[in-house]
């Protein structure tokens, strides 16, 4: 009996626990992408997302705690993609982003000069955030996505990449489009 008590104190004690970030034993994210990139290709997402990105609940949406810092995975995560093979990406940015102002998300200013850096000369497409989160829902009834999720607290700093055919391209399907009619 004694024991029995002793375990629901103990079980109580850790149910009260609050569960931190840093305290989810999660999978290594990188272990997981260089598992995944192989089987993702044309119309699957990658989504690097800021702290707030809501864990969604469409069974093709797997989302991994990163740990790290959003630039470093949004770097890591480009570089994987442009050394695969089979795929290529769109980058999907938020276009509010453009328009937060330090005032209100102190740090706003440095996270976007970090952000261009690393994006450097690449295509970027712009879209306001509904319009992208649109478009990753419908990919995501058919598609699998992968959201890795980092601790960035600033607005409207979610990376999304949409993946297409490395191999293929627009030009080489409008060609083949033509071609067969």
Same mark, same amino acid.
């Given at each position: 009996?004694?024991?029995? /008590?002793? *375990?629901?104190?103990?079980?109580? #004690?850790?149910? /009260?626990?609050?569960?931190?970030?840093? &305290?989810?034993?999660?999978?290594?994210?990188? /272990?997981? *992408?260089?598992?995944?990139?192989?089987?993702?290709?044309?119309?699957? +997402?990658?989504?690097?997302?800021?702290?707030? @990105?809501?864990?969604?609940? &469409?069974?093709?949406?797997?989302?991994?705690?990163?740990?790290?810092?959003?630039?470093?995975?949004?770097?890591?995560?480009?570089?994987?993609?442009?050394?695969?093979?089979?795929?290529?990406?769109?980058?999907?940015?938020?276009? %509010?982003?453009?328009?937060?102002?330090?005032?209100?998300?102190?740090?706003?200013?440095?996270?976007?000069?970090?952000? &261009? /850096?690393?994006? $450097?000369?690449? #295509?970027?497409?712009?879209?306001?955030?509904?319009?992208?989160?649109?478009?990753?829902? %419908?990919?995501?009834? !058919? +598609? &699998?996505? *992968?959201?890795?999720? #980092?601790? !960035? #607290?600033?607005? @409207?700093?979610?990376? +999304?990449?949409? !993946? $297409?055919?490395?191999?293929?391209?627009?030009?080489? %399907?409008?060609?083949?489009?033509?071609?067969?009619?």
């Amino acid at each position: 009996m004694i024991k029995l /008590a002793s *375990l629901l104190i103990m079980c109580g #004690t850790l149910i /009260a626990m609050p569960v931190h970030a840093q &305290n989810v034993n999660e999978p290594d994210w990188r /272990a997981i *992408l260089k598992q995944k990139l192989p089987i993702l290709g044309h119309r699957n +997402f990658i989504v690097i997302a800021d702290s707030a @990105y809501p864990m969604q609940s &469409n069974p093709g949406i797997e989302t991994i705690y990163t740990g790290d810092k959003q630039i470093d995975v949004v770097k890591e995560v480009i570089v994987a993609i442009e050394k695969a093979p089979h795929v290529s990406g769109t980058i999907y940015l938020d276009q %509010e982003l453009d328009y937060v102002p330090e005032i209100n998300a102190p740090g706003i200013d440095a996270y976007r000069a970090s952000l &261009n /850096a690393v994006l $450097g000369l690449r #295509t970027v497409m712009r879209l306001p955030h509904i319009d992208i989160i649109k478009k990753l829902d %419908e990919s995501s009834d !058919l +598609f &699998n996505v *992968l959201i890795l999720k #980092t601790d !960035l #607290t600033l607005p @409207y700093t979610s990376v +999304f990449i949409e !993946l $297409g055919a490395g191999y293929w391209n627009d030009q080489s %399907e409008a060609e083949l489009r033509k071609n067969m009619k």
